[in-house]
């Protein structure tokens, strides 16, 4: 499957995006989804997750409560909502598709070409 990711961009401190990732085949919806973010430097690390069936969910600790993670099956594309945005959420987000049930300690499946996400203090 192949995922595009877009909405990034540059945005003040306590602002907020929406990053879509748009899927190419029906078969997304039988597939788990994910937000993994990566800075120069450091490992890619997951963002939030969400199962096949759009629930239940799962956040890094250091984005709880500030972003949402959903998708829409019928137009094969899911979203992060970005609230409160902080400088330390610079980095680019990617999307990814894997088999339901695969754990999201390991870092598999398809992956987008990633959006730069900035915000300036």
């Known amino acids: 499957v192949q995922l595009v990711e877009s909405g990034g961009g540059l945005v003040q401190a306590g602002g907020s995006l929406r990053l879509s990732c748009a899927a190419s085949?029906?078969?997304?919806?039988?597939?788990?989804m994910g937000w993994y973010r990566q800075t120069p430097g450091k490992q890619r690390e997951l963002v939030a997750a969400?199962?096949?069936?759009?629930?239940?969910?799962k956040y890094a600790d250091s984005v709880k409560g500030r972003f949402t993670i959903s998708r829409d099956n019928a137009e094969n594309t899911m979203y992060l909502q970005m609230n409160s945005l902080k400088p330390e959420d610079t980095a680019v987000y990617y999307c990814?598709?894997?088999?339901?049930?695969?754990?999201?300690?390991?870092?598999?499946?398809?992956w987008g070409q990633g959006t730069q996400v900035t915000v300036s203090s």
């Open positions: 990814n598709a894997r088999l339901i049930g695969s754990s999201w300690d390991l870092e598999e499946g398809s």
């Open positions: 969400i199962t096949s069936g759009g629930g239940p969910t």
């Open positions: 085949k029906s078969t997304f919806s039988i597939a788990d």
